[in-house]
């Protein structure tokens, strides 16, 4: 599958945004999503996650529960991530990426996924 992400941007703290992640190339239902993000110099990490089934409650990092939602449309081949309360270390290149592995909870490491997109830019400031 191939995927490419949108709707990154520049944003005042406290503001929203809502990227998109859309899929092409194959069924997408047969895949579990997932929002990473990387900061200038630092590791890309987990951000939230849904699985293929909508069977499992969908994941997020601590730092992001509670101000982010991830949604999928499948019909659509689409995922989405609302973005809420952003804060100025929110900051960071936002990918998207799937798996087809087929587990029973949301995998949370960058290597467990196998498909990426190319990433949008959300900047955040104070």
């Known amino acids: 599958v191939q995927l490419q992400a949108s709707g990154g941007g520049l944003v005042q703290a406290g503001g929203s945004l809502r990227l998109s992640c859309a899929g092409s190339?194959?069924?997408?239902?047969?895949?579990?999503m997932a929002w990473f993000r990387q900061a200038p110099g630092k590791e890309r990490e987990f951000v939230a996650g849904?699985?293929?089934?909508?069977?499992?409650?969908?994941t997020y990092s601590d730092s992001v529960k509670g101000r982010f939602t991830i949604s999928r449309d499948n019909p659509l081949n689409t995922v989405s991530l609302e973005m809420n309360s952003l804060r100025p270390e929110d900051t960071a290149v936002y990918y998207c990426?799937?798996?087809?592995?087929?587990?029973?909870?949301?995998?949370?490491?960058?290597?467990?996924?196998?498909?990426w997109g190319m990433g949008t830019l959300v900047t955040v400031s104070s």
């Open positions: 990426a799937a798996t087809r592995d087929r587990t029973t909870w949301i995998m949370k490491l960058a290597s467990q996924y196998l498909f």
């Open positions: 190339g194959d069924t997408f239902i047969k895949y579990s």
């Open positions: 849904i699985s293929w089934s909508g069977g499992i409650d969908p």
